[in-house]
């Protein structure tokens, strides 16, 4: 007679046998795998818009394709990490307690040697298209630069002072919806976060990515810059326009921050508890009575039943 565990799948078997037990382990490949997802589809959209010269991608579906390996990436590792796949994400989480400063360390550094990872897969398929695009001397700028694949530059006209700011900008909104999606008064449905996520990033892209492309992650932008050094683009990744790659590297993490804080004490605050009636009446419209104070309407089923019982009145 078969034991129950014979009667299992052989990859249920696998999995009971060889499962991670440690949690800063399995959180730590759970980063890994998400962010280097994250980065094989968002490099391989780079890819197409450089070396097809913008014949095969324009900087819309840039934005919208970063936003795709974003929500994927996250979905990817919801279960067992958070999926934040973005350092600046994890230390939003972490001044909103709900991770520790040791795992944030951790899950640093695993999203930025996944980043790197996920940058090499893509770097293996392209290989063949980055050697007719360039000759094989890979460079940053000029006609023939193919380095924005791995990383961020900032355009001529911008100085990294206006570099700082425009990250600051575009990754404070990143960690204001970030605080906005984890208040759990604010009832997010889980499996939608991962979404919002990418739709998240999408906008900011749209909006905030002509002076440097968007980054808003320090992982996807150090760890491939790395890997690129390693690949022909040599230390000047580094040096180039004064040592920009710091800028990527910090200012993220300081507008996540500002972002979050700046929902938590204009809005998160003041978010009403869960009462009785669920949670229409905290979302529900308002109006304004005579003295100008904010009334909550009724939900629409008791609308329903005062209509209905009016209408027996009559009859």
Not at 41 to 59: E, F, H, K
Not at 122 to 131: F, M, P, R, T
Not at 169 to 180: E, M, P, R, Y
Not at 252 to 274: C, E, L, N, T
Request: net charge neutral; hydrophobic share 45%.
């Amino acid at each position: 007679m078969m034991t129950d565990d014979k009667k299992l799948h052989y990859s249920e078997r696998l999995r009971r046998r060889y499962r991670i037990q440690n949690p800063i382990i399995r959180n730590m490949l759970a980063e890994f795998y998400g962010t280097a997802l994250l980065r094989f589809i968002g490099t391989g959209v780079l890819a197409q818009l450089i070396l097809s010269r913008a014949t095969y991608n324009a900087p819309v579906q840039v934005n919208f394709g970063w936003g795709f390996a974003i929500a994927l990436g996250v979905y990817s590792a919801w279960k067992t990490s958070g999926g934040h796949v973005n350092p600046a994400v994890t230390i939003v989480l972490y001044i909103l307690g709900k991770i520790s400063f040791v795992h944030s360390l951790l899950y640093y550094v695993a999203q930025t040697a996944g980043a790197a990872f996920g940058a090499a897969l893509s770097y293996g398929v392209y290989i063949e298209a980055l050697d007719s695009f360039d000759g094989g001397i890979r460079q940053i700028d000029g006609p023939n630069g193919t380095a924005a694949i791995f990383a961020s530059f900032p355009a001529p006209y911008l100085s990294n002072r206006g570099a700082f700011i425009d990250q600051i900008a575009g990754t404070g909104l990143l960690g204001l919806f970030v605080a906005f999606f984890c208040e759990s008064r604010n009832q997010i449905p889980l499996y939608l976060q991962p979404a919002l996520f990418g739709v998240t990033a999408a906008a900011i892209g749209t909006c905030y990515s002509m002076n440097m492309g968007s980054p808003v992650n320090p992982a996807s932008d150090f760890g491939p810059r790395l890997f690129a050094a390693f690949i022909g683009y040599g230390p000047e990744l580094f040096t180039y326009h004064d040592y920009f790659f710091l800028v990527p590297l910090i200012a993220p993490m300081v507008g996540a921050v500002i972002g979050a804080y700046s929902y938590v004490f204009f809005i998160g605050m003041h978010v009403p508890d869960q009462t009785g009636d669920g949670c229409w009446r905290r979302f529900g419209p308002v109006r304004m009575d005579e003295n100008l104070a904010a009334v909550t309407l009724e939900p629409p089923s008791r609308q329903k039943a005062e209509t209905i019982a009016l209408k027996r009145d009559f009859v």
